[in-house]
């Protein structure tokens, strides 16, 4: 088990900097809406002040995965009320360092 959490912790490491160089998502309204990663010295703290929990986290929390669903042109963390309303989902990749500041950031749509 521990050996599967190291490959997926991996796996999640390498889509995040493979993401990140090619800018895989073009939606101005999520990217706007992710500004606040963009600062110098945003911590996990932050993130999960704005974001809540993640979905998932690796590598003892060094990387965390949220799934994000874009709903009347604002992203949330959690499907409330018509699933219908979705118009695209979205996995976010976080990497922080030692001291739990972000170094990293992958956006990626889903659908």
């Known amino acids: 088990m521990v050996a599967l959490r190291r490959f ?5 490491i390498a889509a ?4 990140a160089s090619r800018g895989a998502v073009d939606d101005p309204a999520a990217i706007a809406q992710l500004g ?7 911590t996990r703290a932050y993130v999960e002040a704005r974001l809540g929990a993640p979905s998932t986290t690796y590598e003892g929390g060094a990387v965390a995965s949220y ?29 922080y360092d030692a001291d739990g500041r972000l170094v990293r950031r992958a956006l990626t749509r889903l659908d």
């Open 36 to 42: 606040f990663l963009n600062g110098p010295d945003v």
């Open 16 to 19: 995040v900097s493979a993401c």
């Open 67 to 95: 799934t994000l669903f874009m709903k009347n042109d604002r992203l949330a963390t959690t499907v409330d009320g018509n699933p219908g309303m979705i118009s695209g989902r979205y996995a976010l990749l976080l990497h």
């Open 8 to 12: 997926l912790g991996l796996v999640a």
